[in-house]
């Protein structure tokens, strides 16, 4: 972390005079105005929205406005924008649409950008507030969505983040990150498997007490899968339930588990999954089709409540659609393709043969019964995954978890694995750095300031996949289509934001504004998500280039000889600083002593803008 330090004011000022191309220099003038958009519920990205307010104009963008307010005043500018009452597409901010709007995803590990930059999907249509249409893209899209197999599909989904990184439809600002505490004594885990509730606790081991204990910071309060519906409950219940499919650890890519594999029918709509016959649930029961079955049914019987109720109707017609072909092979049968149907079969499993007989005698009832003090509650945590629950208990809010003697795959190390409530981030990890808990949760929101110092701790950075960005309008006449651009093309609006997103200073978002939780982004797939292309380069923060780019699109600057002024603070008046040391040049003509004044206050400004994102 940066120290601050208190400077005394005093003012050198170095001229040098040069010559120098025109573009390297600041325009006096916008070329052209726009207008921000903005939400109001995230105080960083409100940061970022008033840093790219001033660095815009600095390339010859202006900003007419910038309107930072609730989603329901963004909302009707762009998702649910009348269209066909006064323009047939969502208009510029001006006609009340809007320009660019600074707007947050949050993504699975596979992507699926289905509805969100295809033609079929512009409003209302779908969610394609951007309005992007490319035929190309829609190719790769569809090839992308119809291959089922997920290795075959990454070199599909990179095809796709190459068109969206060279036309630009969406400006991606930064991948934020989360932060883990992690003893050292902890081995065997993929961190971003915990992050997303797909780990494999099969793998964990711990090298002083084969114990691990995982502190929560909210209360346990879900008791099974069918209530599951908060990140606390799916982070326990990931380690006790079998599922037919799960991540494999290193490629994130979907395996076999309960499952041995599956048929599909040439129309991917018909798929016969077989089970491992080595598979057993933690009474000794063996994993059947029936049992499948039945949980699938659970889901989509109204009464449970399931929060899997709709999704699962998006793709079944009713509970007949999953059948049993034998006691080892169930048959899914979808109304519609899905690419990442493994995914879909991919549900925890509960056993039928102890849950139905309760289930019909009480109803949904049970599923609000806890576990291990009452039989039904119990019966609805009977496992077929790597552990099952010892010991629950509502009072300390600790679920207890051990080895399933049954279990069929990579026996687990540990003996117990433990997840207990810890309340506040500081108790937490006081506890980390005693001992007395293995791992803390990033929920806690830590800082790595709060490592610094702890012996035996790893403080782990871990992808999330999700982004944030700047959604451009593309039927803007100039950012969008680029009819109204000197040059009057598609080209030169391609070439405005690339300026745009060379103007994106995305080191200072990282460290300055997310102090290290994030990292410069490429292009709207999180680098969190399979496939990711590392190759793409996040768009270098260059002020020379997005004025060449500037110029490309047709936005000329003509100067004479210039003057390169050095800016050096040495003080004599007090103003607070951080340590680093940013240097600023600048290319102004002969006598512009104006413009030179522009500069000094400006780095006033800067010096005062990085003393408020420290409070």
């Excluded at 330090?5 to 170095?14: G, N």
């Excluded at 726009?34 to 939400?39: G, V």
């Excluded at 610094?452 to 959604?471: H, N, R």
């Amino acid at each position: 972390m940066k120290k601050i330090k208190i400077l005394s004011f005093f003012l050198v000022l170095c001229f040098v005079f040069s010559t120098s191309n025109a573009r390297s220099a600041e325009p006096a003038e916008p070329y052209f105005s726009i207008n921000l958009l903005s939400p109001n519920t995230n105080p960083a990205r409100n940061q970022w929205a008033l840093l790219m307010q001033n660095q815009l104009p600095k390339i010859g963008i202006g900003i007419s406005h910038h309107e930072s307010t609730g989603w329901a005043n963004i909302y009707p500018r762009t998702w649910e924008y009348p269209v066909g009452v006064t323009f047939d597409y969502i208009p510029t901010y001006g006609d009340g649409g809007y320009d660019i709007l600074f707007v947050g995803w949050s993504w699975e590990l596979d992507w699926d950008p289905t509805g969100l930059y295809d033609t079929a999907s512009i409003v209302p249509a779908g969610d394609n507030m951007y309005q992007y249409s490319n035929a190309a893209y829609d190719s790769a899209l569809l090839q992308y969505t119809s291959e089922l197999d997920g290795a075959a599909r990454i070199p599909l989904v990179k095809q796709i983040q190459q068109i969206l990184y060279n036309d630009l439809p969406s400006i991606t600002l930064i991948y934020p990150k989360s932060l883990y505490g992690f003893n050292e004594n902890v081995t065997g885990y993929d961190e971003l498997l915990i992050a997303t509730n797909s780990y494999r606790a099969e793998y964990w081991a711990d090298s002083i007490d084969n114990t691990i204990i995982y502190a929560l910071p909210f209360p346990i309060s879900e008791y099974n899968t069918y209530r599951s519906v908060s990140y606390i409950g799916a982070q326990w219940m990931q380690a006790l339930y079998g599922t037919l499919f799960a991540r494999a650890q290193g490629t994130r890519l979907m395996e076999p588990v309960i499952a041995t594999g599956m048929t599909v029918s040439s129309d991917n709509l018909q798929f016969n999954v077989s089970i491992d016959p080595l598979a057993k649930f933690s009474n000794g029961d063996p994993v059947l089709a029936e049992d499948i079955k039945y949980t699938y049914e659970l889901h989509m019987t109204p009464s449970v409540s399931s929060g899997a109720y709709g999704y699962l109707y998006s793709y079944f017609e009713s509970i007949d659609s999953i059948g049993v072909i034998d006691e080892s092979t169930v048959q899914f049968n979808l109304k519609k393709p899905y690419f990442l149907v493994d995914q879909l079969f991919s549900y925890q499993i509960i056993d039928k043969s102890v849950v139905e007989p309760y289930f019909v005698a009480q109803g949904e009832a049970i599923f609000n019964m806890e576990p291990i003090v009452t039989p039904e509650g119990t019966a609805l945590v009977t496992s077929c995954g790597p552990f099952m629950l010892s010991d629950y208990d509502t009072i300390t809010s600790t679920a207890v978890l051990e080895p399933n003697p049954f279990w069929h795959g990579t026996a687990p190390s540990l003996d117990q694995l433990i997840f207990t409530f810890i309340s506040g981030k500081d108790s937490a990890i006081a506890d980390l750095a005693s001992g007395a808990v293995d791992i803390v949760d990033s929920q806690y929101i830590p800082s790595f300031f709060d490592f610094d110092g702890v012996l035996g701790v790893d403080a782990i950075l871990v992808d999330d996949p999700s982004t944030q960005e700047m959604a451009i309008n593309m039927k803007h006449p100039i950012i969008g289509t680029g009819e109204l651009t000197p040059l009057g093309t598609n080209g030169a609006a391609i070439a405005v934001r690339k300026a745009i997103s060379h103007a994106v200073p995305r080191d200072v978002l990282v460290n300055e504004i997310l102090e290290g939780l994030a990292a410069p982004a490429s292009n709207p797939m999180p680098d969190a998500s399979v496939g990711f292309d590392a190759t793409l380069e996040p768009y270098a923060y260059d002020m020379d280039l997005a004025r060449e780019y500037m110029e490309e699109a047709g936005y000329v600057t003509t100067t004479s000889t210039s003057i390169v002024t050095s800016i050096s603070i040495v003080t004599s008046t007090s103003i607070v600083t951080s340590t680093y040391t940013t240097t600023i040049s600048t290319t102004v003509s002969v006598g512009s002593i104006k413009i030179l004044l522009i500069n000094f206050l400006a780095i006033a400004s800067i010096f005062t803008l990085r003393r408020i994102r420290r409070k």
